[in-house]
């Protein structure tokens, strides 16, 4: 993976989108790369969908986007010493813009809402098609009145899947630059699910061993990655594994998931436990895509 990709965030403006950007601005820090902050902007004829510009023409930057994204700039390097901050107008609606760019970035970080946003919904809708559609690991900044959180652990779903391990991965290395422990948790059956008394027992026995199993092969995985890691395991039982997960993010400074679990579905670019996690989560989001083999 090239050593120059940036983190890139899209501000609009918004409170969201500033409060994605203060994320940005930390995780740029942590991984000594530079910042980009993005405005996608929408050609008047083109609806957001990128045109040849030879026949329209490209539309003109406004000068008041470009004045916000310069201010926003500003008040980054004030409050993030060391920090390097380059700005960028596209001319395209900001979803496509984001995924266009995650094809060069090392991490994408979108707000919870944008400009356009309604306080009922609670992801807007260029939030959930960067994080379903990008190229990279795209950070959720979930809730976002939410002051940064720095010193509760990394959390990340565990489930034996492909998805699982490659997330268990970007965990890791994500508790490794935050300095905090690995949480892996692995969410199991509630009771109330199994009705037929004589089955609880043996149930329950099977259900617990491979629950051992699960986490104990996560955990030697990272442990190989990062040996002074400090992992915990954690199993928890629920109506369901977006259920769990969104309930113990309660305690977490950053939750990771995958982008399909073990019932994903190969055209289903983000399983359902993925988007309950964006959509609820107490604390922010890390989808993990894979990067681009280059």
């Not at 492909?162 to 422990?181: M, Q």
Request: charge should be negative.
């Amino acid at each position: 993976m090239p050593m120059n990709r940036p983190v890139v965030v899209g501000v609009d403006g918004s409170p969201s989108s500033l409060v994605a950007a203060e994320h940005a601005a930390r995780a740029a820090l942590l991984r000594s790369r530079t910042l980009r902050l993005v405005h996608g902007y929408l050609h008047p004829f083109g609806y957001g969908v990128p045109l040849n510009p030879y026949e329209l023409g490209v539309p003109v930057p406004s000068e008041e986007a470009q004045k916000m994204l310069e201010r926003t700039a500003a008040e980054l390097t004030d409050r993030w010493p060391g920090l390097v901050v380059e700005v960028r107008q596209v001319a395209g609606g900001p979803g496509i813009t984001l995924i266009e760019e995650s094809r060069q970035a090392e991490l994408v970080v979108v707000g919870n809402r944008g400009l356009g946003g309604f306080a009922g919904l609670l992801l807007g809708s260029v939030g959930t098609q960067v994080a379903a559609h990008a190229h990279c690991p795209v950070l959720v900044v979930r809730p976002d009145e939410q002051p940064i959180p720095v010193d509760a652990p990394v959390l990340v779903g565990v489930d034996g899947s492909e998805s699982s391990r490659l997330a268990a991965g970007y965990a890791a290395d994500e508790a490794a630059l935050r300095d905090v422990p690995l949480v892996l948790v692995h969410v199991g059956p509630a009771d109330e699910e199994r009705t037929v008394p004589e089955e609880v027992e043996e149930s329950q026995a099977a259900h617990q061993a491979d629950t051992v199993r699960l986490l104990a092969d996560a955990s030697a995985a990272v442990r190989a990655e990062h040996p002074d890691l400090v992992v915990r395991e954690h199993p928890v039982r629920a109506a369901g594994a977006a259920q769990g997960l969104v309930e113990a993010s309660g305690t977490a400074s950053l939750l990771v998931v995958g982008t399909r679990g073990r019932a994903g579905f190969a055209g289903l670019l983000l399983g359902s436990v993925s988007q309950a996690a964006i959509q609820h989560a107490h604390c922010p989001v890390l989808v993990a895509h894979p990067y681009p083999v280059s």
